[in-house]
């Protein structure tokens, strides 16, 4: 069993900024699982956002590259995401997940998934 369990979302002004937390715990979770974020916004598919390895190599989706910075804090099995310039375009609910995916940003390369935190952009 893995559990992932997200925070930090809320409702924000277009422009401005919000961190993303996301800890892991279970007995079949392991520190060396890649760890990612992903999004879905009504009426899409579950998107990419960025992953990160265990040894810290980073991954980001082109529409977030420059605005997000992905972290991982292996002590404490937290994951975290930066988000600033935040634009109307990222409203989506935002979810973890981890696992040993052979493509970081592809959702269906993940068993392990959190319930999601709600991020509004307003205009």
């Known amino acids: 069993e893995v559990r992932l369990a997200e925070s930090g979302g809320g409702p924000v002004q277009s422009g401005g900024s919000l961190r993303l937390s996301c800890s892991a715990s279970g007995y079949s979770y392991r520190s060396w699982f890649t760890l990612a974020w992903f999004r879905q916004s009504p009426g899409k598919e579950r998107e990419g956002v960025a992953a990160?390895?265990?040894?810290?190599?980073?991954i980001y989706a082109d529409s977030v590259k420059g605005r997000f910075t992905i972290s991982r804090d292996n002590a404490k099995d937290l994951l975290f995401l930066q988000m600033n310039g935040l634009k109307p375009d990222d409203t989506a609910v935002y979810y973890c997940?981890?696992?040993?995916?052979?493509?970081?940003?592809?959702?269906?390369?993940?068993?392990?998934w959190g319930q999601g935190t709600q991020v509004t952009v307003s205009s």
């Open positions: 990160i390895d265990a040894d810290s190599r980073t």
């Open positions: 997940a981890a696992d040993s995916p052979s493509e970081f940003l592809q959702p269906e390369n993940y068993k392990f």
